[in-house]
């Protein structure tokens, strides 16, 4: 079954520096999406993309935060200037068109910032 | 406002007994519903989903939730838990469906659930 897929799995940074969060979504998905879970607290909705541009952004997602499809198979998050509290596990999701269609995560990255 | 909202954080339980989470919504439209559940240290997983017809909904591994409108609740129920359930659950609703489908689904908090042996 195609699954969606992330890396790196870990990434650990320092505080201010800026991180790529890579994706590369199902491949007949149209629709992607990037949660983040801090440790122990609820699923959060940051971004939904298609057609190339942002879908909706929760407030979240400010403008530390960007996202991209650069070619026909990645979609990256990049958060240009990392603080201390966006430790957190950073899920991609993508699904196909319809509104049966559920979303599928890929395995996350889990971001450290020092 | 759309919301989901789980009410049970945390459930313990034995192997064999039987589980029931709630989930309640809150939506005056067409409701489409969706459980995951994450085991530990993985990625979420989809359970099972509900969009029309029978309110019962038959998922993966022994699960099923039923919909009922008039209570706004999806509940998540298993007649027999094994260790191997072990989990977070967390039930789901798309925000502000159009044709396409929907730009985001919203997650109610979670339940864990521990199974003993």
């Known amino acids: 079954e195609p699954e969606v897929t992330q890396t790196p799995s870990h990434q650990v940074t320092q505080m201010g520096q800026e991180v790529i969060l890579r994706c590369v979504p199902i491949s007949n998905h149209l629709y992607f999406y990037w949660y983040r879970q801090i440790l122990g607290q609820k699923v959060e909705f940051l971004v939904s993309f298609y057609n190339n541009e942002i879908s909706e952004k929760s407030e979240i997602f400010d403008d530390q935060f960007s996202v991209e499809r650069p070619d026909g198979s990645n979609f990256t998050l990049k958060i240009r200037s990392t603080k201390l509290e966006d430790s957190a596990m950073y899920f991609c999701a993508s699904r196909a068109t319809g509104v049966n269609s559920p979303l599928h995560f890929g395995n996350g990255t889990r971001l450290t910032v020092t | 406002a759309q919301s989901v909202s789980q009410h049970n954080h945390h459930v313990i339980l034995s192997e064999a007994a039987s589980l029931e989470l709630g989930c309640n919504y809150s939506y005056g439209g067409t409701v489409n519903l969706f459980w995951y559940v994450q085991y530990p240290g993985q990625h979420l997983q989809l359970l099972l989903k509900?969009?029309?017809?029978?309110?019962l909904v038959k998922g993966i591994k022994g699960f099923e939730a039923e919909f009922i409108k008039s209570k706004f609740s999806f509940n998540l129920r298993k007649p027999s838990v094994q260790w191997s359930d072990t989990a977070e659950y967390f039930c789901a609703m798309p925000w502000e469906m159009f044709s396409g489908g929907y730009n985001k689904l919203i997650f109610g908090a979670g339940t864990r659930l521990a199974v003993h042996p």
């Open positions: 509900y969009f029309s017809g029978d309110p």
